[in-house]
């Protein structure tokens, strides 16, 4: 498996899988969609790993999505903007489905897009000193792709704040809410993470895939390809309105939108 964005490193029966481009606070494009998708249907499908612990380098775990991939965004149409979502929301439904148990090692900020990463892992842990932020409407779009997945992990009380306002909010609130598991000081992140990992590696595998299928079967509403659809149609069909071609010029062009003025 070669990567470029990524790295890989197994230990023993835990595989960590690392977000390795800290110059751009690890936010994602085409090339990483297809990477992790691909990493993760690799590593769901190997006899000898029993955990997988999504990380990152740098001071963020992930910024969402990168300008220049945004940029060639801002003029696709519909049809070219459904695909570029339906690569996403099926990188996501693979990690959330992977067989394997998954962690999400939070060791900085989560914007946006990153924030369906940290949704779809099994279980989070974060610095406490890590801030979150689904910042969609502040450039007029949807957080509609990783909705299904951020929903299910904060609850939907929380998401009606968070999703409309795009404000920011700590890893203490984060985990209040139940979005992270654990906010923990960064010199205790990876003994943290380790103890979780461990713990996960020493139940046994069948019951561990059956419990987290479990979950998934038995969790309100089934993440399927109807509800998948929806939420991909949802962020096309908003990133070619005039508010969210306005939205995500006046982003990239770092100047007021037009709602603003």
């Known amino acids: 498996m070669r ?3 990524l790295t890989l490193q197994t230990t023993g029966a ?10 751009v606070r690890n936010a994602f494009n085409d090339e990483v969609i297809a990477e992790l998708t691909q990493a993760f249907l690799d590593l769901g ?16 775990f992930c910024a969402g999505a990168d300008l220049n991939w945004m940029k060639r965004m801002a003029d696709y149409t519909q049809e070219q903007n459904q695909a570029d979502a339906a690569a996403l929301g099926e ?12 962690i999400a090692r939070v060791q900085g900020d989560v914007y946006a897009g990153g924030t369906g990463l940290v949704a779809a892992c099994d279980i989070a842990v974060s610095v ?3 801030w979150f932020c689904l910042s969609e409407t502040r450039i007029g779009l949807i957080p509609a792709t990783i909705s299904p997945y951020v929903i299910r992990a904060m609850g939907a009380r929380a998401a009606h704040r968070w999703f409309l306002t795009a404000e920011r909010f700590s890893a203490a609130e984060a985990h209040r809410i139940g979005f992270v598991h654990e906010a923990v000081p960064a010199a205790e992140l990876d003994a943290t993470v380790a103890s979780i990992a461990k713990a996960l590696v020493s139940a046994g595998p069948a019951a561990v895939k059956a419990s987290k299928q479990l979950v998934q079967d038995v969790a309100e509403k089934d993440i ?12 096309a069909r908003i990133r070619v309105s005039p508010e969210g071609r306005e ?3 006046s982003f990239l062009q770092k100047r007021k939108p037009a709602w603003l003025l």
């Not at 835990?14 to 110059?23: G, H």
């Not at 399927?224 to 962020?235: H, R």
């Open 247 to 249: 939205g995500v010029q």
């Open 224 to 235: 399927d390809a109807e509800l998948i659809a929806m939420t991909v149609d949802g962020i």
């Open 128 to 130: 406490d000193t890590a």
């Open 91 to 102: 990188m996501l439904r693979i990690i959330y489905q992977c067989p394997k148990p998954t």
């Open 45 to 60: 499908a190997r006899d000898g790993v029993r955990c997988i612990v999504l990380a990152a380098e740098g001071t963020a």
């Open 3 to 5: 990567m470029k964005n």
């Open 14 to 23: 835990i595989a960590t899988l690392t977000l390795n481009r800290p110059d």
